[in-house]
């Protein structure tokens, strides 16, 4: 008499099929692009055994992936919590050229040319042109922890370091990771919840950039279009002080991008800034505001705050502003002088996040929510919802 001898199982009596198997591959994200690695061709092959052992291959976009520990324990993770799976071997191959062209096309959403998506008719990212008149000011502070602060409140957020000469954003994210090229594209690294890219992840050390307007204008052509941003909230870019080649370029290069004035209290730094704010009336871009830095000093011992730079200055670039502009200038925020803030730029931990309490942190995070809550407005109109206030 014949008899049916049933299929070995897993673990749990229940034999995972191939479809099981992808589907929980489906929540598998790349860690750099943060897609399912479904979406990105990645997954070569899927092999479920009889017993219960499953071989999965996947595609790495580069030799070397320096996230392959990664990709292999969240392939793992994911393939060994389905019903059934006695064991999980995972195989590492590298995407072939054509591979690598195919998936940069899929990232810029079937376009093969280049293209600044930020500048594209309907981008709902904020951009914001973070200006100085002048060095010295803590105009990359206030732009990595407001990057840092957004982030910690649920945005996807991005930072260009535009300041070329003077790039020094992915210190104060407390990064030193390399970019990952696939074709002709780059995939940026995150720290602290922000992506970022900066001329100082290509450069050897503490090399100088020595470069004239042109090759400024196209390192930052770059930075917008060959970088893989996703589905950015907010991106901000750290520019050099004053009005010069980089200033210019984000003008051409996203129209749409919105100025964010930072000064300190003293008269000679407001005057500077108000200058360099009033290149929006030259490039037809709007001002979203003024931030008031090193306004204070809180006393370490009654508590009184120490004019260091005298004040007012703030307020005075937001009239003068809004008199050139002929459109209402605000002031954001007054950020005092304290040492955690340069202490949390100089380590790598934004002061927004190691002490978000403290009297710079508590200044860093009101400005940032009020420039997240613009976004979630122009993110609500784009659902056909109706923001609350007037963004």
């Not at 979406?39 to 071989?55: C, I, Q, R, T």
């Not at 376009?111 to 951009?127: D, I, N, W, Y």
């Given at each position: 008499m014949a008899t049916d001898i049933p299929p070995a199982t897993g673990a749990t009596g229940t034999l995972p099929s191939e479809d099981d198997v992808r589907a929980a591959?489906?929540?598998?994200?790349?860690?750099?692009?943060?897609?399912?690695?479904?979406?990105?061709?990645?997954?070569?092959?899927?092999?479920?055994?009889?017993?219960?052992?499953?071989?999965?291959?996947?595609?790495?976009?580069?030799?070397g992936c320096p996230m392959r520990d990664n990709i292999t324990a969240d392939v793992t993770a994911a393939v060994s919590a389905v019903p059934g799976v006695?064991?999980?071997?995972?195989?590492?191959?590298?995407?072939?050229?054509?591979?690598?062209?195919?998936?940069?096309?899929?990232?810029?959403?079937?376009?093969?040319?280049?293209?600044?998506?930020?500048?594209?008719?309907?981008?709902?990212?904020?951009?914001y042109a973070v200006a100085s008149g002048k060095g010295g000011v803590g105009k990359?502070?206030?732009?990595?922890?407001?990057?840092?602060?957004?982030?910690?409140?649920?945005?996807?957020?991005?930072v260009v370091d535009a300041d070329i000469y003077g790039h020094s954003v992915p210190r104060m994210l407390g990064t030193d990771a390399r970019p990952t090229q696939v074709e002709n594209m780059i995939m940026p690294p995150s720290a602290q919840g922000v992506?970022?890219?900066?001329?100082?992840?290509?450069?050897?050390g503490n090399a100088p950039v020595v470069w004239r307007g042109p090759m400024l204008h196209r390192a930052l052509q770059q930075f917008l279009?060959?970088?893989?941003?996703?589905?950015l909230d907010v991106l901000l870019l750290d520019l050099p002080p004053g009005t010069g080649d980089i200033a210019i370029s984000v003008a051409q290069l996203v129209p749409g991008a919105e100025i964010l004035v930072v000064t300190t209290p003293?008269?000679?730094?407001?005057?500077?800034?108000?200058?360099?704010?009033?290149?929006?009336?030259?490039?037809?871009?709007?001002?979203?505001?003024?931030?008031?830095?090193?306004?204070?000093?809180?006393?370490?011992?009654?508590?009184?705050?120490?004019?260091?730079?005298?004040?007012?200055?703030?307020?005075?670039?937001?009239?003068?502003?809004?008199?050139?502009?002929?459109?209402?200038?605000?002031?954001?925020?007054?950020?005092?002088?304290?040492v955690r803030l340069r202490e949390g730029g100089d380590d790598g931990r934004p002061v927004v996040l190691s002490d978000p309490d403290s009297p710079a942190g508590s200044a860093l995070r009101s400005i940032a929510a009020s420039l997240g809550a613009r976004q979630r407005g122009l993110a609500g109109m784009s659902l056909g919802i109706t923001p609350r206030g007037k963004f």
């Open positions: 591959l489906r929540r598998v994200n790349d860690p750099e692009i943060h897609r399912p690695i479904t979406d990105l061709g990645m997954v070569k092959s899927v092999a479920v055994e009889p017993d219960g052992k499953v071989a999965v291959g996947i595609y790495l976009t580069i030799q006695r064991e999980v071997a995972v195989e590492l191959d590298v995407m072939s050229d054509e591979q690598r062209k195919e998936l940069a096309t899929t990232l810029r959403g079937g376009q093969a040319e280049r293209e600044v998506p930020f500048a594209k008719p309907g981008s709902l990212t904020r951009v990359s502070s206030v732009t990595v922890n407001l990057a840092a602060a957004m982030a910690a409140d649920g945005l996807k957020v991005g992506k970022v890219i900066s001329i100082g992840m290509f450069t050897p279009a060959d970088v893989y941003w996703g589905d003293q008269q000679a730094a407001a005057e500077v800034a108000e200058r360099a704010g009033s290149i929006a009336v030259q490039t037809h871009q709007k001002i979203v505001g003024v931030v008031e830095n090193m306004a204070g000093l809180p006393c370490p011992h009654c508590g009184e705050m120490v004019d260091v730079f005298g004040t007012g200055g703030g307020q005075r670039v937001a009239e003068g502003l809004t008199r050139t502009t002929g459109a209402e200038v605000p002031v954001l925020g007054s950020i005092p002088i304290d």
